[in-house]
């Protein structure tokens, strides 16, 4: 969940650290810090709890900061408050700093072991016991990379470390289990960093670090090798991202600008996978036919939004005769169960990094499921490299915390997926080309969708003064009613709540009065008698319903029910249309509350500790 980002450069480090550490701030915000090698022998080091503006203050009230090897961190607390002592880098005996992502498991018995040894910790973080370590194997005769092997053969957990040795100026040791790690090789120096996007203004030309790697760092030269020494050859890739996909125009919050870009982001993830009447299945893989041939059902494994989005899949797949269960990743790993026979694990993250997904589909590896499907937004992630069949959606980076784009054109590759499910099944009567004019469509409907905005923008007034609401929907658009109250919830702080329209009056009715606001989504379909007959529950109760519904429907405006009417659609799509508004309705709500709404309290957007 922290951001690294190392440098050796010809010229002075310190723009390319807090460059990356800006780009990196996704992924921790808590606190901040930075050390550099000024001259041998000598660390500067700055740290700072708060956002990266922290640190970059502390930077300019220090006056001149330089030199041409460094290291820094941005912060997702675990062991340890978000303290300036506990920012990383951590250095030790003046000589050894280090920046870490992931987690030690076996700190404590690694810090007594140390306090043993007369070694003095400054944090209560489970990072300083690696740079303990190293500096004790060092104190002990080790030359560095020799400490550094030694140290992590004894570490038990999942991380990336970024380590430099104040007297070798001009090398840096990068070292990945688990959490994401790169080596970068520029024009002016070479780099480590958590992603592509830290060093992007500095080069495109990057190593994906495996896990087990430890890459020795210098100009000019980059080598890799495992734990007992050994060369490992890794491909240097060239990464098509680009600056300007970043950068945030003249949006308020990249959430905003995610959110407006989902037309695009559709058409995008399109492009190339479907024909006038038909999805190609190639577009999944060489491999696919044969898989998919043979496929007798799917195990999905997701994390927060995107198990959202698997849920929607599962009414999808399971319309088309595929049997498909969907799971939190996290509860997969947590207990026995039967492995099916030719079961496809289909596996969805927008950052492919998501250390819950990644451990459960190992665990279906390990437990013998067939085969496995990435539906990823992150080309090079774990996530692909891990799976067999890959499809990757073409969203564009997605900076705010909160999913938008990645969750909509998830769904759009889910709808591919059961498109060829059905293809494959003969008693569905599911019709391809129908179904790809529905897709084709869909970017306008979005498009015509987003110009809800100012109605929606008034909606979101009745909430401001909100602690709690309900969103409730029937059938696919369940999961899409929980998707709308993670995100109110991700980013307003309202305590939100789905419940399944029919489940109301087995609980949840007894917390409806007027100060619980109660959202809903009523597409035109076969759900909708039933759903009518809960919305006057609720309008019996004294609840204030606020209704986004399908403009066939003709549910109308009256005491205590806001009716905004949506374009109708195809009920294929629908769940992807009626996302819209719930997105747009969190983001306003946040808007008036003033929360941060890019880097929402407590969270960040790449979740690598288990
Ligand atoms: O990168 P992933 O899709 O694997 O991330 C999974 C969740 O952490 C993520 O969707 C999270 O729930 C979002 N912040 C929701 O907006």
């Known amino acids: 969940m922290c951001g690294i980002i190392g440098a050796v450069s010809n010229s002075n480090v310190l723009p390319v650290l807090l460059g990356g550490l800006k780009r990196l701030e996704y992924r921790g915000y808590d606190s901040s810090g930075l050390a550099v090698i000024n001259e041998p022998g000598k660390f500067l080091r700055l740290r700072a709890p708060g956002k990266l503006v922290e640190l970059e203050r502390a930077v300019s009230a220090n006056g001149e900061i330089s030199g041409l090897t460094g290291i820094a961190h941005t912060r997702w607390a675990t062991h340890g408050p978000p303290t300036e002592q506990n920012a990383h880098p951590h250095i030790s005996g003046g000589r050894i700093a280090l920046v870490c992502n992931g987690i030690v498991e076996n700190h404590e018995e690694l810090r007594t072991l140390l306090t043993d040894e007369g070694m003095e910790f400054q944090s209560e973080t489970d990072t300083e016991v690696i740079v303990n370590l190293i500096f004790l194997h060092m104190d002990k005769g080790s030359d560095f990379m020799t400490a550094v092997r030694t140290c992590i053969g004894s570490l038990k957990g999942a991380f990336a470390l970024g380590i430099v040795n104040a007297d070798e100026p001009g090398r840096i040791i990068g070292a990945r289990r688990g959490s994401p790690l790169i080596a970068g090789i520029g024009e002016a120096g070479v780099y480590l960093a958590s992603d592509i996007s830290a060093m992007i203004a500095q080069t495109r030309k990057f190593i994906v670090l495996e896990n087990g790697d430890i890459a020795d760092i210098r100009q000019g030269k980059i080598e890799i090798t495992n734990l007992d020494g050994q060369l490992q050859n890794r491909d240097t890739r060239i990464s098509d991202l680009k600056p300007q996909a970043m950068e945030i125009g003249d949006y308020r919050h990249y959430m905003e600008k995610e959110i407006f870009e989902q037309g695009q982001a559709v058409s995008d993830t399109l492009e190339g996978r479907i024909t006038a009447s038909r999805v190609l299945e190639a577009c999944f893989g060489t491999e696919a036919e044969r898989i998919f041939d043979k496929t007798e059902n799917i195990q999905i494994l997701a994390c927060g939004t995107s198990y959202h989005a698997g849920l929607v899949a599962k009414y999808w797949l399971e319309s088309v005769g595929m049997p498909c269960q969907v799971e939190i990743a996290s509860e997969f790993t947590s207990r026995k169960h039967p492995t099916p026979k030719n079961c496809l694990v289909v596996s969805l993250s927008q950052s492919g990094e998501t250390i819950d997904t990644l451990t459960a589909l190992d665990y279906a590896k390990h437990c013998g499921y067939a085969h496995s499907l990435a539906i990823c937004n992150v080309p090079d992630s774990s996530l692909v490299r891990n799976s067999e069949l890959i499809l990757m959606t073409h969203a564009g980076p997605e900076i705010g915390v909160a999913s ?126 039933k759903l009518k007959g809960n919305i006057e529950e609720v309008r019996a109760r004294g609840g204030k319903l606020i209704v986004f519904a399908d403009s066939e429907t003709r549910l109308s405006s009256r005491e205590n029910l806001q009716v905004i009417n949506i374009a109708s659609v195809e009920s294929s799509i629908a769940p992807i249309i009626f996302t819209i508004p719930l997105q747009l309705l969190a983001y306003h709500v946040a808007l008036i509350k003033g929360t941060d709404i890019d880097k929402p309290r407590n969270l960040a957007k790449s979740v690598t500790v288990e």
Do not use: C, W
Request: net charge negative.
């Open 404 to 529: 938008t784009k990645a969750f909509v054109t998830q769904l759009v590759a889910l709808r591919l997926l059961s498109i060829i499910m059905a293809r494959k099944n003969s008693s569905s009567d599911l019709d391809e080309a129908d179904s790809i004019r529905e897709l084709r469509e869909l970017p306008a409907n979005v498009e015509s969708t987003l110009e809800l905005e100012p109605a929606i923008q008034e909606i979101a007034q009745q909430f401001a003064n909100k602690q709690h609401a309900l969103f409730l929907a029937r059938g696919i658009h369940f999961p899409i009613a929980m998707e709308g109250a993670l995100k109110l919830k991700e980013i307003s702080y309202v305590h939100a709540e789905a419940y399944a329209a029919g489940e109301l009056k087995h609980g949840p009715l007894a917390l409806v009065d007027q100060d619980m606001p109660v959202v809903s989504v009523a597409p035109n379909d076969a759900q909708l008698d």
